[in-house]
């Protein structure tokens, strides 16, 4: 091979090289800047191939998706003085690729160090308003609450936002557990008395309100009762009162004979009368006298 094609051999290598290094692509879960000599010259890539300048022009690649990371136990103290083992994770990501080079050199490790230290002492200030009780029995979602809106600022000058913070364990030193359960369990028991004497109270309130309607219930009916007992009694009675006017002789017979069938002849009976006594004219006198 003679000399020319060498040449064009390596220009035609050297330019290969040359097109390779100024072409370069982005991906939708990335964020990705130019750097031109250590000078950050452009951060706003959308995904596709992009051009840059060979050997003077560096890109570097970002995540943009959601990134995690787990932090080892921590202490915190409470509003009570008392230590409390936490362990959390946080997950977060890129927000603004340009700041986040400029506040942490485009390290994970660093932007993830950072975050710790503001996370850090979110949950410190959370924590520190409240007893161990509190923070063991609290909704975490609450608690979360709190040190998201006490870091959300601070994360910002990192170029970061801040998804979610999460407490995986909450451990009590060995020398206080015992009585903070102890606590917790006498509150509850408390509470739980609480409800069953409220609860016993109210259904007491309902059964007298009960017993009352019953009585009230039976009063009116017995009222009713009697009421319509002395109106048919009355209705009877001159009914009788008609009859007796209309026949009073006969009247006299009948009740004359209703006498005689409860007096006289049942066994063991003894009924001591003078014949001439008027308890037996009918029986003497079919006529009665008359």
């Known amino acids: 091979m003679d000399t020319r094609a060498l040449s064009i051999a390596g220009l035609a ?54 990134m995690t990371r787990n932090y080892p136990s921590e ?16 997950k977060w990501r ?20 950072r975050l710790a230290e503001v996370v850090k002492d ?23 609450a709190d040190v998201l809106n006490f870091a959300g600022t601070s994360v910002t000058k990192l170029g970061i936002t801040l998804v979610d913070v999460r407490v995986k364990r909450i451990e009590l030193p060995d020398d206080v557990s015992d009585s903070v359960f102890n606590r917790m369990r006498q509150d509850f028991a408390r509470q739980a008395a609480q409800l ?15 017993e009352r309607q019953r009585t009230e219930i039976l009063s009116a009916a017995a009222r009713d009762a009697e009421k319509i007992r002395g109106e048919g009694d009355a209705h009877a009675a001159t009914i009788f009162a008609a009859a007796t006017t209309k026949n009073p002789e ?3 017979f009948y009740r004359s004979m209703q006498a005689y069938r409860k007096a ?3 066994e063991g009976d003894v009924l001591v009368l003078s014949l001439d006594s008027q308890f037996f004219k009918y029986l003497q006198q079919p006529g009665g006298g008359k």
């Open 94 to 113: 890129i927000a603004n690729v340009s700041q986040y080079y400029r506040s942490t050199g485009g390290s994970e490790d660093t932007a993830a160090a």
């Open 122 to 144: 979110g949950l410190k200030g959370t924590i520190a308003k409240r007893t161990i009780q509190q923070v063991v029995a609290a909704e975490r979602a609450e608690l979360i």
């Open 250 to 252: 006969f009247f006299a």
């Open 264 to 266: 006289v002849g049942r």
């Open 75 to 90: 202490q915190f103290l409470t509003s009570e003085g008392k230590i409390l083992n936490v362990d959390f994770y946080v």
């Open 196 to 210: 069953r004497a409220e609860g016993e109270e109210q259904a007491i309130k309902v059964r007298a309100e009960s």
């Open 13 to 66: 290598l050297v330019a290969l090289v040359l097109v390779s290094q100024s072409l370069f692509t982005v991906k939708e879960t990335e964020f990705a800047i130019n750097l031109q000599l250590g000078e950050m010259v452009r951060s706003d890539y959308e995904p596709g191939l992009h051009v840059k300048m060979p050997l003077l022009q560096t890109v570097e690649k970002f995540e943009k998706r959601v």
